[in-house]
C-alpha cells in the first residue's frame, strides 16, 4: 500500500500538468468563441487515436531509461516493423503472421541494440544512434523505390483499422459513460497495466530500478546486470514492433521514412511524466501522462489554428521543465 501511495504521488506532477494543459486550451478556445469546440468526446477520441503509437513505444522506453539506458533507434525500428509486417501480406500471409512477424522484428532489433550495450558496454545514446540509420537502411532495403511497401487493400481486415479510427463503429464502450476510443487505446492501457506490474510486482522490475540507481552496487549485490539489459532492450523491442503495426493500420503500408524523428517523442513523453534520463527513476503512471501531454497539445493547437512552431515552442519548454525539476529532485 505505502509503494501504491508513493507511485501516485510521484505521478501527480505529470498529472497536474496534463490539466493545466487541457484547462489552457480550454480557456483558449472559449475566448476565441469556439463554443467549447476543444473539450468535446470527439477531442477525446482524437487525442487517444493519436497518441496510441507513441504510447506503446513508450511503454518500452520507460524501462529502458529506468535501467539507465536509452534507445535512439526505437522511431526507426517501428518503421522497419511496419515495413516487414507489410511485406508480409504482400507476399500472402495472413494479419497473424504480420503480427507475429512484426513483434519479432522489433524484439531482434532491441536484442541487437542490448547485446552491444551490455556486452560490449558502450554508450546506450551512441549504439542506438548507430542502429537508428542501419534499421532505416534495413526498412528501405525492404521497401519499394520509394522507401514504402503497400499490401493489398484486402489483406488488411477492418478490425485492424479499427484500431486508430476515431468514431469505431459498432460503439461497444459503455458510451456515453466513456468516450468510444478505438481499440487501439484500450490495448496500450492493458499493456501499460502489465508493464507496471512487471515494474513494480516481479524481480526483473526491483533488477531494472537497481541497475539505473547504480549499476555498480547492484553488480555487486549480484544483480545480473547483462541478462537484464538483454531481456529489457527485447521487451522494449516487442513493444516497438506494435508500434509498427499501428502505423501499418493508420497508412495501410510500411513506410521506412515514418519513424524518423518519433524517438525523439517517445523520449519526451518518458521524461514529462518523470523519467529520469540518469535511470532509477520512471513510472507508467507519469509515462501515460506525457503521452496525453503531447496529444493534447498537438490537438489543441491544431483545434486553435496556431502555426507549427507555436506546438514546438511549448512542447519544448515543456520538456525544459521536466528536465529542469528532475534536476532539482536528484542534484547528484
Wanted: contains cysteine; glycine residues 14%; neutral net charge.
Amino acid at each position: 500500500m505505502t509503494s501504491l501511495i508513493r507511485r501516485i504521488l510521484t505521478a501527480a506532477g505529470p498529472l497536474l500538468a496534463l490539466l493545466v494543459v487541457i484547462a489552457f486550451f480550454a480557456i483558449a478556445d472559449a475566448a476565441q468563441g469556439f463554443e467549447g469546440r476543444f473539450l468535446t468526446s470527439g477531442s477525446a477520441r482524437l487525442v487517444g487515436l493519436q497518441s496510441v503509437k507513441i504510447g506503446i513505444a513508450a511503454l518500452g522506453m520507460t524501462m529502458i531509461i529506468i535501467a539507465g539506458g536509452i534507445d535512439l533507434s526505437a522511431g526507426t525500428a517501428a518503421a522497419l516493423c511496419g515495413c516487414t509486417a507489410a511485406w508480409t501480406l504482400q507476399q500472402g500471409g495472413g494479419i497473424a503472421a504480420a503480427f507475429a512477424v512484426a513483434i519479432a522484428t522489433g524484439m531482434l532489433c532491441g536484442c541487437v541494440n542490448g547485446s552491444l550495450v551490455s556486452l560490449l558496454r558502450l554508450v546506450p545514446f551512441i549504439i542506438t544512434l548507430g542502429t537508428m540509420t542501419v534499421f532505416m537502411g534495413l526498412g528501405k532495403t525492404i521497401a519499394d523505390e520509394g522507401g514504402t511497401i503497400t499490401p493489398p487493400v484486402e489483406s488488411i481486415p477492418n478490425w485492424l483499422v479499427s484500431m486508430v479510427t476515431q468514431f469505431p463503429e459498432p460503439e461497444w464502450i459503455a458510451y456515453p459513460i466513456l468516450p468510444n476510443f478505438c481499440w487501439g487505446v484500450w490495448l496500450w492501457l492493458v499493456l501499460a497495466a502489465g508493464v507496471s506490474f512487471l515494474l513494480h510486482r516481479t524481480v526483473l522490475g526491483r533488477h531494472l530500478y537497481a541497475i539505473g540507481s547504480n549499476e555498480s552496487t547492484a553488480r555487486l549485490c549480484g544483480v545480473p546486470v547483462v541478462r537484464t539489459k538483454l531481456l529489457v532492450y527485447s521487451l522494449a523491442g516487442c513493444l516497438v514492433g506494435l508500434a509498427g503495426m499501428v502505423d501499418l493500420a493508420r497508412m495501410g503500408k510500411g513506410d521506412a521514412s515514418a519513424g524518423m524523428g518519433l524517438e525523439l517523442e517517445i523520449i519526451a513523453a518518458v521524461v514529462i511524466g518523470g523519467g529520469s534520463l540518469s535511470g532509477g527513476r520512471g513510472s507508467v503512471i507519469g509515462t501515460i501522462c506525457g503521452v496525453l501531454i503531447m496529444g493534447v497539445i498537438n490537438h489543441g493547437c491544431t483545434a486553435l489554428g496556431l502555426e507549427n512552431q507555436v506546438e514546438n515552442i511549448l512542447l519544448g519548454a515543456i520538456i525544459i521543465t521536466a528536465v529542469y525539476v528532475d534536476r532539482l529532485r536528484n542534484p547528484g
